[in-house]
């Protein structure tokens, strides 16, 4: 299969890679679309990580295959996929810390070499405790893939609103109109309260 394998600083390369292969309880989806996230350039252009490794974690596809021990997931469902789920069940997670949960940390999706998400290539691995655990979500037949890929970037947001506790009413300021504060100024609508948000950083702003 064709991937995008970062190779080092400012070094992506279009190569041909084994498609993953499969342990009993995983699933294989082909990517269909993936979002670029400000977090994948930034691993591009900053030495944080040691390559190879295939980046892209905003993916919607379909899937190709399942192992034979997965239930309730068949070839040829359209699916979103997250690319990390906590385990719900150490300290970090029982105090809504989740990013710092070992398992969220250690157990991603994957193209090959590192798990790094693995979006950027035609097929993706996701490993049995993300299939498991409410890490691929179907999606409706009047939502395109293209949309379906902004569940993981939304969640992001949503998260951070409920957090917030936004309610009807208030009046919240969103410090940048890029994807995410974008997204933000949406939710932060959707849930009743007044965004501010300077209107000259994007003009997507116009129809909000």
Not at 23 to 28: A, I, N, Q, R
Not at 116 to 131: C, D, L, N, R
Request: positive net charge.
């Amino acid at each position: 299969m064709k991937a995008q394998v970062f190779r080092g600083v400012n070094q992506l390369c279009y190569e041909d890679i084994p498609v993953p292969t499969l342990k009993p309880d995983e699933v294989l989806v082909q990517v269909q679309v993936v979002g670029l996230c400000q977090s994948d350039i930034k691993k591009i252009r900053y030495p944080l990580y040691e390559p190879p490794r295939i980046f892209g974690h905003e993916t919607a596809g379909t899937i190709s295959a399942v192992g034979s021990e997965v239930t309730g997931w068949q070839i040829g469902q359209r699916v979103a996929v997250m690319h990390h789920i906590p385990c719900m069940r150490c300290d970090y997670c029982l105090n809504d810390n989740f990013s710092m949960c070992d398992t969220y940390k250690n157990i991603c999706t994957t193209a090959g070499f590192a798990p790094s998400g693995g979006g950027f290539a035609e097929y993706v691995k996701v490993p049995g405790h993300i299939v498991q655990n409410g890490g691929l979500i179907p999606i409706p037949n009047n939502i395109s893939f293209e949309e379906a890929s902004f569940v993981e970037p939304t969640n992001c947001c949503l998260k951070a609103v409920k957090k917030a506790q936004i309610a009807p009413g208030q009046t919240v300021l969103i410090t940048g109109a890029g994807p995410i504060g974008l997204m933000f100024i949406m939710l932060v609508k959707y849930f009743g309260a007044k965004a501010i948000a300077p209107t000259y950083s994007h003009p997507a702003l116009k129809k909000l």
